[in-house]
């Protein structure tokens, strides 16, 4: 080897080592990581290995089955609330089945209560029970009201009683220093033969005919040495909004109405409710009217709902009875003028075949947007469980 050649490998083999040990001082030294295990082989599974819950899974197909139970639930709970709309609104409000409303089956039926004898002290009597009746709360114009009171042991056997003395006057206004004066009432044998006592209270002529509210009647009794009251309470109202004036039926899209004519003497809101027998006396239907009347001759329309007709079946001629009506007066008390009570049968009406009514539903905007709503419901459950089957 020439002189020359061997000091440009020494040379060289010098600036090596110079930029060996240069990178030495500015770069850090690099800790080689530790050797990684080898991870242990899979075990044979019957399934594709997924890294998620695999529908095969036995963890998946429970809880596969789960959900589908609980949309099978929502399903049968969505459908059974739709048919049970679908079924109580088959009929209009106006129209409805007189069972349905079985305290309104008999609206002039006396109110009864059968309570202790109170004494003057509050404290309940010996041995001795009160029962009374009075045959209306609401009362206008010229009517009057009917209170009866007997006495009866714990075994309901008639006891001796006394009116000592009953008198009648308005609850008055608690920001007023008074109410009017008190009247007299009078008590006397009903000849019923059970021992029993009535009065009649007439407010138009005895104190009250100028005046609209609530008017008590405090009887005081002695029975045996025993003292006691009651109290009938009747809400007064002097104004007669409107008189009757007969009826008239006419058979209109498949149902049948009864018009009520009357005279009217206040316009507003009215509200008039009527019953309907069968030709066998059974209770039927329940009709009521519910609107705004103008002054004058006018008719108030009760409607029995053809489909109601087709479903009970009742036997003809039908009978409308136990008419009652007021007129609403907003923002007072009391809230209501009553109409003249048409007690017991009002109108008879002519014989139908049951193909002179309509089958059809009742139909309204609020009905068919409520069944649309409980549809959908059951068209998602339904779609649910369809695509959780097997």
Not at 97 to 119: G, K, M, W, Y
Not at 210 to 234: E, H, K, M, S
Request: no cysteine.
């Amino acid at each position: 080897m020439s002189r020359t050649l061997g000091a440009v490998i020494a040379g060289v083999a010098a600036a090596v080592l110079a930029g060996v040990l240069l990178l030495s001082e500015e770069t850090p030294a690099v800790v080689p990581a530790a050797p990684v295990a080898a991870a242990p082989a899979p075990a044979p599974a019957a399934s594709p290995v997924s890294t998620g819950a695999s529908p095969f899974t036995a963890e998946a197909q429970r809880a596969r089955e789960a959900k589908l139970a609980l949309w099978q639930g929502r399903l049968a709970r969505a459908e059974n609330t739709l048919a049970t709309y679908r079924h109580s609104t088959r009929y209009p409000h106006e129209a409805r089945p007189l069972l349905e409303h079985p305290d309104q089956v008999h609206p002039f039926n006396p109110i009864a209560d059968d309570i202790p004898l109170r004494t003057p002290g509050g404290e309940p009597g010996q041995g001795v029970r009160v029962r009374t009746t009075q045959d209306r709360v609401y009362a206008s114009g010229d009517e009057s009201v009917r209170f009866t009171v007997r006495a009866v042991d714990d075994k309901g056997q008639t006891l001796p009683l006394l009116v000592t003395r009953a008198l009648a006057g308005d609850l008055p206004d608690p920001r007023q220093v008074a109410g009017r004066s008190q009247v007299a009432v009078n008590f006397t044998d009903a000849n019923s033969g059970d021992g029993t006592l009535s009065a009649v209270l007439q407010p138009s002529t005895q104190g009250f005919a100028d005046f609209a509210g609530t008017i008590r009647v405090q009887v005081y009794l002695n029975q045996g040495g025993q003292l006691g009251n009651v109290y009938f309470d009747v809400v007064y109202q002097p104004l007669v909004p409107a008189e009757w004036a007969g009826v008239r039926e006419a058979l209109n899209n498949g149902s049948l109405d009864f018009f009520m004519k009357a005279r009217v003497a206040r316009p507003g809101r009215y509200v008039v409710s009527a019953r309907v027998d069968d030709a066998n006396g059974k209770p039927f239907a329940l009709l009521s009217f519910n609107d705004e009347v103008a002054a004058g001759a006018q008719e108030f329309r009760l409607t029995l709902f053809g489909k109601l007709v087709r479903d009970g079946a009742p036997a003809f001629p039908l009978t409308l009875r136990d008419v009652q009506g007021f007129l609403l007066v907003p923002d007072q008390f009391p809230d209501r003028a009553m109409l003249p009570r048409l007690a017991g049968v009002v109108h008879t009406s002519r014989s139908y075949a049951s193909t002179s009514f309509s089958d059809a539903e009742w139909r309204s905007e609020e009905r068919d947007r409520y069944l649309a709503e409980l549809n959908k419901d059951v068209v998602e459950a339904g779609q649910q469980v369809d695509a959780l089957k097997p």
